[in-house]
């Protein structure tokens, strides 16, 4: 609104129109007069919106009005179902003022000096608008004044409605100009003019209402009537918070996901019936997480006499040093609205954006550890955590050393040659069947360049083994035999043949000094891939699908092979089907990649976790939200179209000897950033294969990939089970039961960053 001169009779106070409730108008000041307390109103404005920009027209002895004050927001709406219309109310005062000097006082004019008529104007011809207080207004003919007598009124201000309605359908405009026209009833001339400005957002991002962006910067109000292009844009945003900020609150009840479209509603089949369809408003769900999150982030701060409030909230648990006291609108703007434009409450809470809201105090250059507002939490917090999980993931998939298989498991095992350090060895002409030693080979003379007696190997003869697997690898107790290809005795510049099938016997620390390294056989992935690796183990009973998974840490594995050479160095020894060993598991991994990313980990993890207790069921019961879309029962994947990188697929599978077969992978698909692109994972990329995963796997039946197929069989390579990152198909985990057409088997999650501590 802004504020014309014009000419008035000398003998007429001014008449002033004031863009606000009387409730907010005028400052009081307390008084205590024979020991009686009692408030008295200044004729000063009251100051509020302080982080709001100032109106310079039009100001109490140096404060102004606001900009946002000027205007009618006509989002700020009521519906009408019966006449399909929308109603918009914004009070304001009308009255009079004294001005002496730079200050303003209340006026002393009595009789016809304080009667005013006044009328209202609007440009478009889709808007209809008129004036009310108490019972009287123009309703009926707007362009017909209303009289009003300030005469008995207390300080000479009176408090009247401006009513704006417009139809559902209507295409409303960005801005235009409403004229109230106000004169002395004593007059002719409609002398004084005040404008307000109808207004809807008109920013194309969220970024437009920081303090910092140098334009009119203001709040956002969800729109409900044909969204513009830029309004959609901030929909969108504000969709995708819904998704990424409100739904990672663990405290947070009653969640919904909703569609990140940028529009508000959406026609589906009426699940009633078939041949009708409906609207939903997707808004609705929208309103509803941003209300239940006031409750799940706010917090109060507790002193030591107890609560400030007396009703504490909680503390919410993160790795951030940030609280969130200061979460929400700005204090005192919900009741303000609600006392300006006659709304509830909640309905404003689910409905306006205000910039504290948003952004709080931010400042673009603050610290990662000074963090308001949801769009702040998005981009500092909900990305980062994003992109440094996936950091991590990919960590383990490009782990720099490659693993030694267990000899146990790996039919082509070439052990290193083996050097003797004394005299002591000896050769083995036969084994029994339990592998120790039979008949001592004493013919040692008749073997070229051998230089000692013919009852022991000498110190520093070598030895090359034949090719295959060690059934008694973990037996760590004993000595065993092992067959010998070729020796080469002290001496001699190369390997003679053996006479007859000879064995050694050696130790477990023996063992160790065998370079195995120098094979690519002896590798977990030999003859299927040469990546490296993080190997994958499972203990327990496989036969009866009791496995238990290793949840080691990424600096566990290179602490583990930065210096060995040799399988049996490992300590402890990566395994398959043993009680013993080091590996990671498809659940440790996820947890893994959690709490390693940089300290955003989510709650409820500790390093314990890492080696027990925190399986794929516990994950989905207890550290992340289930990923589900209420809004279109007709379709039976239409959650997918939320599934987004650094969410989790799970499985729980049961097995026909009653157990639960388990698996969990991490999403690698889509660009999620500041900028709001996100690119989701609908049904139809889904079933094409095209999503891509990481996840620990690795199947252990015959006729997978894990297997090398040797004259006509399947060997286990020794353990395959690793990081891999691939196409979803690859996870074994089936999405539907091809036969009902439903879907089955498996979970989609959101990680958890946030939670309340009781």
Not at 39 to 44: D, L
Not at 78 to 98: D, H, P, Q, R
Not at 636 to 651: A, R, T, W
Request: aromatic fraction near 12%; proline fraction near 3%.
């Amino acid at each position: 609104m802004s504020y014309e001169s014009t000419k008035y009779y000398f003998a007429n106070p001014k008449i002033h129109l004031f863009p606000r409730s009387l409730k907010y108008l005028l400052k009081e000041e307390k008084k205590t007069e024979n020991g009686t307390e009692k408030t008295e109103k200044q004729c000063e404005l009251n100051e509020i919106l302080t982080t709001y920009k100032d109106d310079n027209a039009y100001c109490f002895a140096g404060k102004y009005f606001k900009e946002i004050e000027k205007r009618v927001y006509l989002d700020l709406n009521t519906y009408n179902s019966t006449n399909n219309e929308y109603t918009v109310i914004k009070k304001f005062c009308v009255g009079f003022l004294a001005k002496q000097g730079d200050t303003y006082k209340f006026t002393d004019k009595q009789a016809v000096f304080c009667s005013i008529e006044l009328k209202c104007e609007v440009s478009d011809s889709n808007i209809t608008a008129y004036l009310k207080y108490d019972d009287i207004d123009n309703s009926s003919n707007p362009q017909t004044p209303i009289s009003l007598n300030l005469n008995n009124i207390e300080n000479r201000i009176k408090e009247l409605s401006l009513i704006i309605k417009y139809s559902a359908d209507a295409i409303l405009p960005a801005k235009s100009d409403l004229k109230i026209y106000a004169k002395h009833a004593n007059s002719n001339d409609w002398k004084e003019t005040y404008i307000f400005k109808l207004y809807r957002n008109t920013e194309n991002s969220l970024d437009g209402f920081k303090q910092s962006s140098g334009q009119d910067t203001d709040f956002f109000v969800l729109p409900r009537v044909n969204p513009s292009e830029n309004q959609k844009k901030c929909i969108k945003q504000l969709q995708i918070i819904n998704n990424q900020v409100f739904a990672r609150n663990a405290s947070l009840t009653n969640f919904e996901f909703v569609e990140e479209s940028g529009e508000i509603e959406k026609t589906i089949l009426d699940p009633s019936d078939n041949t009708k369809t409906k609207i939903i408003y997707i808004d609705e769900s929208m309103k509803k997480n941003a209300c239940n999150s006031l409750e799940a982030f706010q917090y109060d701060i507790e002193t030591n006499t107890g609560c400030k409030s007396g009703n504490k909230i909680g503390v919410l648990s993160t790795n951030y040093s940030y609280n969130f006291s200061n979460y929400g609108h700005n204090k005192g703007f919900i009741d303000y609205l609600k006392e300006e434009y006659s709304l509830d409450a909640e309905t404003l809470k689910g409905r306006i954006y205000d910039r504290n809201f948003l952004f709080g105090n931010y400042k673009d250059g603050d610290p990662d550890n000074k963090i308001e507002g949801i769009v702040n939490l998005y981009k500092k917090v909900v990305v980062n955590f994003i992109s440094n999980t996936l950091v991590e993931a990919n960590r383990y998939v490009n782990f720099p050393n490659r693993w030694l298989s267990c000899p146990k498991f790996n039919p082509n095992y070439h052990r290193g040659n083996f050097t003797t350090q004394n005299a002591t060895k000896y050769l083995y002409s036969s084994v029994t069947a339990n592998q120790m030693p039979g008949t001592i080979y004493t013919n040692l003379t008749s073997m070229a360049g051998y230089n000692g007696t013919n009852d022991h190997l000498p110190a520093g003869t070598t030895v090359k083994f034949v090719i295959g697997k060690d059934k008694y690898a973990y037996k760590t107790n004993e000595s065993h035999c092992y067959e010998i290809n070729e020796i080469k005795f002290p001496g001699q510049n190369s390997f003679n043949s053996v006479p007859q099938r000879l064995w050694i016997q050696l130790s477990d620390e023996e063992k160790r000094t065998c370079d195995d390294s120098q094979f690519d056989e002896n590798y977990s992935d030999y003859g299927l891939y040469a990546n490296n690796w993080v190997p994958y183990f499972i203990s327990g009973n496989y036969d009866s699908e009791q496995k238990f998974g290793g949840k080691h840490a990424y600096k566990d594995f290179e602490e583990m092979t930065v210096s060995n050479n040799n399988w049996y160095g490992y300590e402890p020894r990566p395994s398959m089907f043993d009680s013993v060993g080091i590996g990671l598991d498809c659940s440790g991994f996820i947890i893994n990649c959690i709490c390693d990313c940089n300290n955003f980990g989510a709650f409820n993890i500790s390093v314990t976790d890492r080696k027990n207790g925190m399986n794929v069921t516990d994950i989905k019961n207890s550290i992340c939200r289930a990923i589900k879309n209420n809004q279109n029962q007709n379709s039976n994947y239409d959650y997918l179209g939320f599934f987004q990188k650094s969410d989790v697929i799970m499985s729980e599978i049961p097995t026909a000897s009653g157990a639960v077969a388990r698996h969990i992978v991490l999403c690698n698909n889509g660009e999620v950033h500041s900028t709001f692109n996100n690119t989701v994972v609908t049904q139809e990329v889904l079933n094409t294969g095209d999503v891509q995963v990481i996840h620990n796997y690795g199947a252990t039946r015959d006729g997978e990939k894990n297997y090398i197929k040797t004259n006509g069989t399947y060997n286990y390579d020794g353990c395959y089970m690793k990081t891999l990152q691939g196409p979803y198909n690859h996870t074994g985990i089936s999405l539907l039961d091809v036969t009902q057409k439903i879907k089955k088997e498996i979970t989609l999650g959101r990680i958890y960053l946030w939670k309340k501590e009781n």
